[in-house]
């Protein structure tokens, strides 16, 4: 960030703390930071954890890495550069002024961020540390995304085929592509730690080009989602799951467009910044890195708390205490009640002749049911009626209109997606069906 302005890397700062605090305040409300326990999940283990704590741990490094990139930038300022002497660069202009304290400074010059040469030396030597933090947190931040990409391809991918998340395909290229990315990116930043310019040029080349693949490789399970929805639907999965995943497919479409407004801005300022020239126009115009720097300080925010809602998506039906499980159990009783309730009503219709103060019968013990208040015996005779005429084919039984074919049980679904709810909150699929939920083992 050595050509960002003091405003721009602020405003990262700004940003950061603010989705600091909201993760903050997300997780408390979300079970009162239980799900940072050791044992936390409906299956603690390494994976849990890794994934917790891994995802965890970016934002407090993007706070640390902001708020004293910020404090350095307001603390060393600007600096007027002389203008060039005919046939020399603004950029050997640039790389000849090494004491601040001996720059002739002139008014015609251009006014720029004072570079990483001019800094003091107590701030000169917090670049490459504050780097190196950077590469981390970023590479947390890939591991992140990179497995819900291959968790959400997994659900879409898995169908009725009961096999296990731990044995899948892309549960080893998750392990495969995060162990890439944390080792790669620091790796980066020790190498280039010579020279800084250098260093934030290949680090932000490196994690945007990891963080756009993985990005551009989302946009294939947006795509397939939809079909997916309307498969786990006819299978009979739980309404609130569907719910659930439809918000989530929202959710993740929003966040690719801020992905790509992360990712995008630094992958073109990492290009400029690593051609071998001496002439850089994007990274060398104020205008372009403010405003790149800007769009990719928003986009990572942004993205960053839509993953916060994914992972740990908090009810708000279950917070205001209702429970949309009883709730459905309930309406199901009562239309359960009401297919009954006509059912005896045909029946009475076949049975006997149609009369205001006939009582209605049940099949099982011609009991006669509970009459309504108007139609007691001590209520005022209603005027007889004339006898209606009855059809000889009126109680035929009328040709039945064709059904939509049921949907499949909900043994057919995989257990994932059965009891979903979130991408690093599940219980892998066991090997023996006799360890299956209840309502999952009868297939």
């Avoid at 467009?257 to 126009?281: C, E, N, Q, V, Y």
């Amino acid at each position: 960030m050595s050509h960002f302005s003091p405003p721009t890397v602020l405003l990262w700062a700004v940003l950061s703390i603010m989705l600091q605090t909201f993760l903050v305040t997300h997780l408390w409300k979300f079970d009162r930071f239980q799900c940072l326990r050791w044992n936390a999940g409906k299956q603690p283990g390494a994976f849990q954890r890794v994934m917790t704590y891994t995802y965890l741990a970016t934002m407090p490094l993007l706070v640390i890495f902001s708020v004293t990139m910020t404090v350095i930038k307001y603390r060393e300022g600007y600096v007027a550069l002389p203008p060039p002497p005919a046939g020399a660069t603004a950029l050997e202009q640039e790389s000849g002024l090494r004491n601040p304290d001996q720059i002739v400074i002139l008014l015609s010059g251009p006014i720029i961020p004072k570079p990483f040469e001019l800094w003091h030396k107590s701030s000169y030597d917090l670049v490459f540390p504050l780097y190196l933090l950077f590469s981390v947190a970023w590479s947390f931040e890939m591991v992140t995304h990179l497995e819900e990409f291959n968790f959400w391809l997994f659900l879409i991918n898995t169908g009725e085929r009961q096999r296990t998340w731990f044995g899948s395909g892309e549960f080893q290229s998750w392990i495969i592509g995060s162990l890439t990315a944390v080792v790669a990116m620091p790796l980066v930043a020790i190498f280039t730690r010579k020279n800084f310019l250098e260093l934030e040029a290949w680090v932000f080349f490196v994690g945007s080009l990891g963080s756009s693949a993985i990005t551009i490789m989302f946009i294939y399970v947006l795509w397939r989602f939809p079909v997916f929805l309307r498969r786990i639907r006819q299978g009979g999965a739980p309404p609130a799951v569907i719910v659930r995943l439809t918000g989530f497919h929202e959710l993740n479409v929003i966040r690719v467009i801020f992905r790509f407004l992360f990712t995008l801005p630094l992958f073109i300022m990492a290009l400029d910044g690593i051609r071998k020239s001496d002439h850089h126009p994007i990274n060398q115009s104020a205008v372009s890195t403010d405003f790149l720097g800007a769009l990719g300080g928003i986009g990572c925010m942004v993205s960053s708390t839509l993953t916060l809602l994914v992972f740990f998506p908090r009810s708000i039906t279950e917070s205001a205490g209702y429970n949309p499980r009883e709730a459905s159990t309930s309406i199901a009783s009562h239309q359960t009640h009401i297919q009954k309730h006509r059912h005896l009503h045909a029946h009475h219709h076949h049975r006997a002749p149609v009369s205001p103060v006939s009582p209605f019968y049940d099949d099982e013990d011609d009991e006669p049911l509970p009459r309504s208040p108007s139609l007691r015996s001590d209520a005022v005779p209603m005027q007889e009626l004339p006898p209606a005429h009855v059809h000889p084919h009126a109680h035929e039984q009328r040709p039945r209109r064709s059904r939509r074919p049921r949907s499949a049980p909900a043994g057919s679904l995989h257990p994932f997606i059965a009891d979903y709810t979130s991408p690093i909150n599940f219980a892998d699929v066991p090997s023996s069906d006799t360890d299956l939920p209840r309502h999952l083992a009868n297939t």
